[in-house]
């Protein structure tokens, strides 16, 4: 079964910068698309980025565009998300998700693992 654990979140001013990580385990991920989502305090879990795992476009929301950066270290088979600027409207629960057998550029509607969630939170 493939597992998926998020490190990295924390406390930060608004303008710092955090970086996610998102450990995978179980089997080879050349094949899967990765995903970043995040749920804050009375909202619904939001997308916030995608990629696929053996390259091709990586897509963002339009509210991280430009502060946030999606990247991969296949060798160590986790993927992460450089968070620069931040706001306090970033502050949220960041989930990372993957979807087996993937080939399409874009995101993928529906994923098939996600882990547990890493708290950021962003003060003022």
């Known amino acids: 079964q493939v597992q998926l654990v998020e490190s990295g979140g924390g406390l930060v001013q608004a303008g710092g910068s955090l970086r996610l990580s998102c450990a995978a385990s179980g089997r080879t991920f050349s094949s899967y698309a990765m995903g970043w989502f995040r749920q804050a305090p009375g909202k619904e879990r939001e997308f916030v980025a995608h990629m696929r795992w053996g390259g091709g476009s990586t897509w963002y929301t339009d509210s991280v565009k430009g502060r946030f950066t999606a990247s991969r270290d296949n060798a160590k088979n986790t993927v992460y998300l450089q968070m620069n600027s931040l706001k306090p409207e970033d502050t949220a629960v960041y989930y990372c998700?993957?979807?087996?057998?993937?080939?399409?550029?874009?995101?993928?509607?529906?994923?098939?693992?996600w882990g547990q969630g890493t708290q950021v939170t962003v003060s003022l």
């Open positions: 998700a993957a979807k087996h057998d993937y080939y399409y550029v874009g995101p993928p509607r529906e994923y098939d693992f």
